[in-house]
């Protein structure tokens, strides 16, 4: 390796650790399949935050006992377009994916449908849900909740989630229109990513114990609301119908009563809720009209003068597409702090599996 605090590891080989790995576990093949699939899809399109970065979080709630190794979901229909699946309190990538089949189901025979998510735990990236609803010919969009870790605009103390908002509509030769951001200005996994590697962060990110704005990640203690001082009503105000959608409407509590994500408590079920909503795109029209129009749009877009010197402006989604393509060819980027983490699996349940991936990582 020519650093080994900063390597390229192949996907597939990284998948077989995680499948090995998840077996020890204890996880069943549906919830070990849906876990990898997410992680190893985010990281590839470039989502670091919400990809394999996540891994060593599972795992030790997996081990502590929050997560139910072996759930039996089940799915109960309560009207003709709206569902609701109880996860069992197994992992949320899981119950994701089987809500993203069952809602594309659904609006395929309504045009429309809507499927909420209960008793679930945390689900990475919502845009890899959407993205799986998009190749049923329908948009999607999907929402989650988490603990409080964001000062609702004008305040300083966490009560909102970080609540991200993700939308995705199919496009032609296997390509998605896909937004998927976090209604704070930045995911808390970043301050920790800051911490690990001992960067400073930006802007109006976060604040301290006093409210202070501040770029120190180590005395980060909240996140601010998408939109900074001036404009984090925005932000906020996204983030409160999120958590509206995926609390008080499923049933769930709201963020600010949940169990938070990072601990101490790895032992009881934190019970979150997420939201997928899919509309079949020739419910209003043909699916001829849709792509003609929606080209017309991208093609639109792409004419457009970016204010940057030799670059060009990209659709939401696009740069994720490239990146995927790089990834695959090259390896998925593991830091310092990346490899530590997955060298503490390998201890905790005592294989050397890692330390192999690492050994033949070409220098």
Same mark, same amino acid.
């Given at each position: 390796?020519?650093?080994?605090?900063?390597?390229?590891?192949? /996907?597939? %080989?990284?998948?077989?650790?995680?499948?090995?790995?998840?077996?020890?576990?204890?996880?069943?093949?549906?919830?070990?399949?849906?876990?990898?699939?997410?992680?190893? *899809? %985010?990281?590839?399109?470039?989502?670091?935050?919400?990809?394999?970065?996540? $891994?060593?979080?599972?795992?030790?709630?997996?081990? *502590?006992?929050?997560?139910?190794?072996?759930?039996?979901?089940?799915?109960?229909?309560?009207?003709?377009?709206?569902?609701?699946?109880?996860?069992?309190?197994?992992?949320? /990538?899981?119950?994701? $994916?089987?809500?993203?089949?069952?809602?594309?189901?659904?609006?395929?025979?309504?045009?429309? *449908?809507?499927?909420?998510?209960?008793?679930?735990? /945390?689900?990475?990236?919502?845009?890899? $849900? @959407?993205?799986?609803?998009?190749?049923?010919?329908?948009? *999607?969009?999907?929402?989650?909740?988490?603990?409080? =870790?964001?000062?609702?605009?004008?305040?300083?103390?966490?009560?909102?989630?970080?609540?991200?908002?993700?939308?995705?509509?199919?496009?032609?030769?296997?390509? $998605?229109?896909?937004?998927?951001?976090?209604?704070?200005?930045?995911?808390?996994?970043?301050?920790?990513?800051?911490?690990?590697? @001992?960067?400073?962060?930006?802007?109006?990110?976060?604040?301290?114990?006093?409210?202070? =704005?501040?770029?120190?990640?180590?005395?980060?203690?909240?996140?601010?609301?998408?939109?900074?001082?001036?404009?984090?009503?925005?932000?906020?105000?996204?983030?409160?119908?999120?958590?509206?959608?995926?609390?008080?409407?499923?049933?769930?509590? /709201?963020?600010?009563?949940?169990?938070?994500?990072?601990?101490?408590?790895?032992?009881?079920?934190?019970?979150?809720?997420?939201?997928?909503?899919?509309?079949?795109?020739?419910?209003?029209?043909?699916?001829?009209? +849709?792509?003609?129009?929606?080209?017309? +749009?991208?093609?639109?877009?792409?004419?457009?003068?970016?204010?940057?010197?030799?670059?060009?402006? +990209?659709?939401?989604?696009?740069?994720?597409?490239?990146?995927?393509?790089?990834?695959?060819?090259?390896?998925?980027?593991?830091?310092?702090?990346?490899?530590?983490? +997955?060298?503490?699996?390998?201890?905790?349940?005592?294989?050397?599996?890692?330390?192999?991936?690492?050994?033949?990582?070409?220098?």
């Amino acid at each position: 390796m020519k650093n080994s605090h900063n390597v390229k590891v192949n /996907h597939q %080989s990284i998948s077989h650790y995680l499948h090995y790995t998840n077996k020890i576990l204890g996880l069943n093949n549906k919830s070990s399949e849906y876990l990898t699939k997410s992680l190893i *899809g %985010s990281s590839l399109r470039g989502v670091d935050s919400h990809g394999l970065r996540l $891994y060593p979080h599972y795992v030790s709630a997996i081990i *502590g006992g929050r997560i139910n190794k072996k759930p039996k979901m089940k799915f109960k229909m309560k009207t003709t377009s709206a569902c609701i699946l109880d996860a069992n309190n197994g992992l949320g /990538h899981h119950a994701s $994916y089987l809500a993203a089949d069952k809602v594309s189901k659904i609006a395929s025979k309504t045009g429309i *449908g809507i499927v909420g998510i209960i008793n679930s735990s /945390h689900n990475a990236a919502a845009g890899a $849900y @959407n993205i799986e609803i998009a190749k049923n010919n329908c948009i *999607g969009l999907s929402f989650t909740h988490s603990d409080a =870790m964001v000062s609702p605009h004008g305040g300083y103390k966490k009560f909102n989630g970080t609540n991200p908002y993700s939308f995705c509509a199919p496009l032609k030769n296997d390509k $998605y229109f896909l937004v998927d951001f976090a209604t704070s200005n930045i995911p808390w996994n970043k301050v920790l990513r800051a911490r690990g590697n @001992n960067w400073k962060l930006s802007g109006e990110l976060v604040v301290d114990k006093k409210g202070r =704005m501040t770029k120190n990640p180590f005395t980060a203690d909240s996140l601010y609301p998408l939109g900074g001082i001036s404009y984090g009503h925005k932000g906020f105000g996204l983030s409160s119908s999120i958590e509206i959608l995926c609390g008080p409407l499923t049933g769930m509590l /709201h963020g600010f009563r949940l169990l938070p994500m990072n601990g101490p408590d790895f032992k009881t079920y934190r019970k979150l809720g997420h939201i997928l909503i899919a509309i079949k795109i020739d419910v209003f029209q043909s699916k001829t009209q +849709y792509y003609r129009k929606i080209n017309n +749009y991208i093609n639109d877009l792409k004419k457009q003068k970016s204010n940057i010197k030799k670059k060009q402006i +990209y659709f939401p989604g696009e740069l994720e597409i490239i990146e995927e393509k790089k990834r695959i060819n090259n390896g998925i980027p593991f830091d310092k702090e990346m490899i530590n983490a +997955y060298k503490l699996i390998d201890k905790k349940l005592k294989i050397d599996r890692f330390k192999t991936i690492l050994k033949s990582v070409s220098k």
